[in-house]
């Protein structure tokens, strides 16, 4: 068996829809240095393996087309025509985008917290410096036989507006969760804690504030310490506020964690309920926060 061989069959023992170049970079890369497939020990290795080598190889899947450019994506992506999965919008968009997950409305769904319908599959990724920073670690962590850096491999994918043919909508953070992984797929997602402290932090992206404080009403007491540990991982304190309100007042649930959100209010600040909204005289005293949602 030759190096070439030798990739197509571990292509098609991945099993996955598609294949970015890093991920086909990473797989060449373990192949050339074991030196073997299974239990075969091959003919015919390259010299080296790096990014030119990575390019032929790929040319070289076109040819025998195992691998297609996939055209909901700029570049760099490509269609593995023999896999056995077709691929959900979600999973290809978490596969191309190693850092990327399911979330806002489009995790409410997902979880049944909403009968709503989302227009468009909300996704979250990291900012551009902080994507970039967690490529670096992944490489270091990837590829540690790397002798030299090499800056091609931080390609980070750009996908269409359309993918399988839904629309997507990408929203980037500062402070991206740890989402969890659906089970016999690739698609993150996130918690069902972190999910419900999203809707407070980011409300217009969750059906808007009046529809998340009915799925809150319905739905949190049920989720109350998943809920809590997500909020206390999360450094922003006016969803502690929010949260703290919506808790104690609206579902009139006391607990020793929630009270400590207390020291997030700001007395003579102007926090609101909905950050969508105009500021509103009814006020919590005990939050200092101006309840603006009728």
Known sequence: ?????ALEEALLAR???????????????????TKKWGEHFLKRLPHNWDYPRARNAIKRMEERQALVPDSNFRSFVWRVTQST???????????????????????????GLTNRSPEALQITTPKRK??????EERIKKDL??????????????HYNEFVRRRKVSTHTTSSPWKPAKLAGEETRITTIGQTFADMLLQPALCGGMR??????????TIWADEIIEAINKHKSKIIKVRAGYIFTEVLEITDPRITLWKTNAQRGGSQKLDPENDYSANYSETWMISINVD
């Open 1 to 5: 068996m030759n190096f070439t061989d």
């Open 144 to 157: 540690p036989s790397l002798a030299t850096f090499e800056p091609k491999l931080m390609f980070r994918p």
């Open 85 to 111: 999965r077709a691929g959900s919008a979600e999973e290809i968009i978490c596969i191309s985008d190693p850092f990327s997950y399911v979330s806002h409305l489009s995790a409410m769904h997902k979880y």
């Open 15 to 33: 099993d996955l829809p598609i294949i970015t170049f890093y991920d086909f970079f990473v797989l060449g890369e373990r192949i050339f240095f």
């Open 211 to 220: 529809h998340v404080l009915d799925v809150w009403a319905k739905e949190a």
């Open 130 to 135: 902080l994507w970039n920073s967690m490529q």
